[in-house]
């Protein structure tokens, strides 16, 4: 950020939750001397987290000189944000007009109870997040899920154990 | 100039007014929420929407939009009329009408639009928000149901007090006013938030239900804490100062306060106020009536007058009105005949009394607050101002952001201004400032940067002499900064077109004062950067009339003693009467110790005070003395203006004025007695020559602000260089933020903020200690030994610790002996 104290150093507080700061002080490296860096180094830190964890808010706002509350701000502001940890495989049901009318809230509804999760939740082992969305853009296929960027066309409820099994034996990293 | 029109008026504007501003200026008033003078426009709530001609049927913002030649503006056409209606009806829609038990009532912006705009209905329904009210904190309540998100308390935070509190957080119809995490507030509680709320949004806990607006009775006066001389509206109501009520037209800082002047009132109807006078009997202070507590000193004096005046002296605040002060100086120095006279310990002022005195001619800043913000570049020694004079650090804040003044400082440590945009703070050893601005003007002489008018001035030869040794490269090291560095300043310094130095002082921060303000009075004669606009050296007194206490000498002048001399007289038996007013020196002056004995052996020892200190508990006789809300006077602010502080209530229990007391004393003991304020402050405006021409009821509602005559030379300054022994911590001591001498411990903002003493080090240094915040630490020095909390943090450097001043329990005075470095060791 053009305006950071000409003094800003490198920052290396106690974390509150526990984790690893060396990715998102590699972050900050890469992005220090660029004007509105801000949105950057928050997508960056969580491409490396999955989310954007507390100690990092800190460290962003002491490295950037940002004040904490503004990030906070923006990381609530925009959807793409996360706050808390994410499902390493995260399933989007659409729940648009066409999915609608062809059976989608069954399809929800049926994920629900298979993963005992609800909308914008993640299972305890951090292994799925479930989201409904608005539109997936493939009305063709409705109802439509992804899993992360695999697609599932004319989804019924039998499909949602087959998915959900499948993704039970792949590799959590 | 632009020329435009508005409802028919004829109105002739600089061209980067907006239609708002234009409007004001022509008595024109179009209703606003979410605009303050001080922020920078937003253009939120829609509520100043104005039909503009040109711009046929847009209704469009005045806040925000810039004057055009010819603009013909409409501003209560029956469609904005409508349109304004709408925006409270749906503001109204969210907003709780909680009215009756809100504190903002009478004060509040949408209640009295609702009313002036008759919104007696509403066409909308939906449901109210449903957000917790944050009780977390004893200063600020947080209920954003009440909010009208004009977004004003996170640009003020942001804008002005830079701490950036608040944010809007979430989006759409989620969108509030949150903070970090959404969590309770955490900050510097100015209250700088709940100034601005245009609802109760915010309100100040301490005032919650004490009193509807209306029924309070506001007085304006001048705050009691620091230098900086923030003028202040007192609200009161049955003799109790309930609050302090916010007024954006008072004082060059626009109303703004920090959170001793805004939060800190309750010292004044404090429970723990003296209420009647006490006498020592069989060792034991018991109530007396004032005859008897006034008899007894005056009894004492006049005998002391004719045995040997000078085993007399006094000891005074600053915190007094001048016309108390000069009244003590008269009282001591013709009533009695003595001239062992001091305040602040001697040296806390000495910067002022000897530094510039000698330097200028006179005891007073060649600068004063408006240069702050039209200056270039600001060299800021010792703190970064801001722990010290708040809202003198607000002035700064807005300098650097709005005005793009260039922001050095140079201290033993950061502080928050440090993280202003541009700003470089220069971290050096401590106590090698002379030595420091000593190398910066050797550069500026050797590199021929210094101004033609310097050579011609008194005393330069000796002075370019003494800086034979002073090159860079030869203090760098023991100024702990390097050669470039010290190079660079000095060349930014002598290259700005204009450049102010601020320098801080008090009795935190001892030695080298005077020598200090030399060197930077020299540097700023060295370069012709004195006596011209955004130019000189602020030297900002640390109490609210220490400027007034140098202006009026209340110090030795004829041979007497100086602080350290009568508590020393005291100690050796040759002063045998001490006469103490508003002091407290066992907490506050140096060597906790060495001062208890002397108050201990002092034969007789009188005692004026607010509160039962730590001095007055030791005292013969305790008078009981009037808070700054009891009284009429005069104050003089850091930036040399002579301000009126006001009566607000009446004296608390049998509580009498310092003017009463120093009155009726003087006059028993053949001197004249003085009918009123007026006659006093006339006698001063004769005798002290900056304040000739003013009068007491002459005086402007914003201060008058004395000018002064230069009549500069050239000191040299000189000081022992300091070396530290390995093992052994430089210990140095200040203000902690929005504390304030000892005065703040019985104001409640001060002590939520701060409530007790602790010593701040280097996350490094903590990590060799093995300690956490808020462990305690056993602090050692040659004197003696405390034992503190830890704070650990990012702005100390290794080996140097901080600790505040202001704490009775566990006093830091037990340990520091009055020199401007304590060398410590410190142990878990």
New interface residues.
């Given amino acids: 950020m053009s305006n950071a104290p000409a003094e800003a150093t490198h920052v290396e507080e106690t974390p509150v939750e526990e984790i690893d700061l060396g990715p998102a002080n590699h972050v900050i490296d890469k992005y220090l001397t660029l004007p509105g860096n801000l949105m950057p180094v928050l997508q960056g830190i969580q491409d490396e987290y999955g989310y954007v964890p507390k100690p990092t808010i800190d460290l962003v706002a002491e490295r950037l000189n940002v004040y904490p509350s503004q990030i906070f701000g923006v990381l609530t502001f925009y959807a793409q944000f996360h706050l808390k940890p994410r499902g390493r495989y995260i399933i989007r049901v659409c729940v648009g007009t066409a999915c609608h009318v062809q059976g989608a809230p069954r399809i929800v509804e049926t994920f629900f109870d298979k993963l005992g999760i609800g909308h914008a939740e993640t299972t305890s082992d951090l292994r799925y997040t479930f989201e409904k969305v608005a539109c997936l853009g493939a009305c063709g296929m409705a109802p439509l899920a992804m899993v992360n960027d695999d697609t599932f066309g004319k989804m019924t409820v039998q499909k949602v154990a087959e998915i959900i099994a499948e993704y039970n034996q792949r590799p959590m990293k | 100039m632009v020329n435009l029109t508005i409802d028919g008026k004829q109105v002739t504007v600089p061209k980067d007014a907006t239609i708002y501003d234009a409007a004001k200026s022509a008595g024109i008033k179009i209703p606003i929420l979410c605009h303050d003078k001080k922020l920078h426009p937003f253009g939120g709530c829609r509520m100043c929407l104005v039909e503009v001609e040109q711009m046929k049927g847009r209704q469009i913002p005045a806040c925000t939009t810039p004057v055009t030649e010819g603009m013909i503006v409409s501003t209560m056409t029956p469609e904005i009329i409508q349109a304004r209606k709408l925006v409270l009806e749906l503001l109204l829609l969210k907003h709780p009408i909680d009215c009756p038990v809100c504190d903002a009532a009478g004060d509040c912006d949408l209640q009295n639009l609702t009313y002036e705009y008759q919104v007696n209905s509403n066409r909308f329904q939906d449901e109210k928000f449903q957000h917790q009210i944050d009780y977390q904190n004893p200063l600020i309540e947080r209920d954003m149901n009440r909010c009208v998100h004009c977004g004003k308390c ?1 640009r003020i935070c ?1 804008e002005i007090v830079s ?9 759409g119809l989620e969108a509030k006013i ?5 969590g309770p507030l955490n900050c510097e509680f100015c209250g700088s938030c709940v100034s601005v709320c245009p609802v109760g949004a915010l309100v100040s806990r301490p005032f919650k239900f004490k009193a509807r607006w209306w029924s309070l009775n506001k007085v304006k006066t001048v705050c009691s804490y620091c230098g900086t001389g923030c003028q202040l509206t007192l609200g009161v109501k049955d003799n109790k100062v309930l609050t302090t009520v916010y007024d954006e037209n008072q004082g060059f800082h626009n109303g703004q306060l920090c959170t001793r002047g805004r939060f800190g009132y309750q010292f004044v109807n404090s429970d723990k106020r003296l209420k009647t006078p006490l006498v020592k009997k069989n060792g034991k202070l018991e109530e007396a009536s004032w005859d008897e507590a006034l008899g007894l000193v005056r009894q004492r004096l006049a005998d002391a007058k004719n045995v040997g005046a000078s085993s007399v002296a006094g000891l005074v605040t600053p915190r007094l009105t001048n016309e108390e002060l000069y009244l003590f100086k008269q009282l001591f120095n013709k009533g009695i005949g003595s001239d062992n006279i001091d305040h602040s310990a001697g040296y806390a002022h000495d910067a002022l009394t000897a530094g510039a005195d000698e330097s200028l001619g006179y005891p007073a800043s060649p600068a004063s607050i408006s240069d702050i913000q039209t200056t270039n570049l600001l060299l800021v020694v010792k703190t970064d101002a801001y722990e010290t004079h708040p809202v003198l650090g607000f002035e700064i804040n807005l300098g650097v952001k709005r005005k793009g003044v260039n922001l050095r400082i140079v201290s033993d440590k950061k502080g928050k201004l ?8 220069y971290v050096h050893k401590p106590a090698s400032e002379v030595l420091l601005f000593n190398a910066l003007a050797k550069v500026i002489v050797d590199e021929g940067l210094a101004d033609s008018s310097a050579s011609s001035l008194p005393g330069y030869d000796d002075f370019v002499k003494n800086l034979g040794a002073c090159a860079p490269t030869a203090v760098a090291a023991q100024c702990g900064m390097s050669a470039d560095d010290i190079t660079a300043l000095a060349r930014d310094y002598a290259n700005a077109e204009k450049a102010l130095i601020m320098l801080p002082i008090g009795l935190a921060y001892p030695g080298h004062g005077k020598a200090l303000a030399q060197a930077t009075i020299n540097l700023a004669l060295l370069t012709g950067k004195i006596g011209k606009e955004g130019c000189g050296v602020l030297i900002m007194g640390e109490k609210n009339n220490s400027q007034g206490a140098a202006d009026l000498k209340v110090h030795p002048v004829a041979g007497g003693l100086d602080a350290m001399g009568i508590l020393g007289g005291c100690a050796s038996g040759t002063i045998k009467t001490l006469y103490v007013v508003g002091e407290n020196p066992v907490i506050s002056y140096p060597n906790r110790k060495k001062v208890e004995a002397a108050l201990d052996a002092v034969e007789f020892l009188v005692v004026q005070d607010l509160f039962m200190t730590e001095t007055a508990s030791k005292a013969d006789v305790v008078l009981p003395a009037c808070s700054f809300a009891e009284k009429n006077g005069t104050f003089t602010s850091a930036g040399k203006a002579v301000q009126r502080v006001r009566k607000a209530i009446d004296p608390i229990g049998m509580a009498r004025s310092d003017f009463e007391i120093f009155n009726s004393l003087y006059s028993t003991l053949g001197g004249d007695s003085f009918k009123g304020l007026s006659e006093v402050f006339a006698e001063i405006a004769s005798v002290v020559p900056s304040y000739s021409g003013f009068s007491f009821d002459g005086l402007d509602e914003n201060g008058s602000v004395y000018s002064v005559a230069n009549k500069p030379r050239f000191i040299p300054s000189v000081v022992d260089g300091q070396e530290s022994t390995t093992g052994v911590m430089a210990l140095v001591t200040g203000s902690a933020l929005n504390h304030c001498g000892t005065l703040s411990l019985y104001g409640e903002g001060p002590m939520y903020v701060c409530p007790e003493g602790y010593v701040e080090l280097n ?1 490094g240094d903590a990590k060799k200690l093995g300690v956490e915040d808020d462990q305690p630490l056993t602090v050692k020095s040659s004197v003696g030994e405390v034992k503190l909390k830890a704070k650990v943090s ?1 702005r100390m450097p290794e080996g140097v610790v901080f600790a505040p001043y202001h704490f009775s329990d566990m006093s830091i005075n037990g340990i520091t002996n009055g020199a401007p470095v304590t060398w410590v060791t410190i142990s878990k």
Avoid: C, H, Q, W
Wanted: proline residues 4%; negative net charge; without cysteine.
């Fill in positions: 996170a942001d701490f950036g509190a608040y944010s809007f957080i979430n989006r949150g903070t970090e995490f959404d440090s993280k202003l945009p541009n700003a470089v703070t996350s990012m």
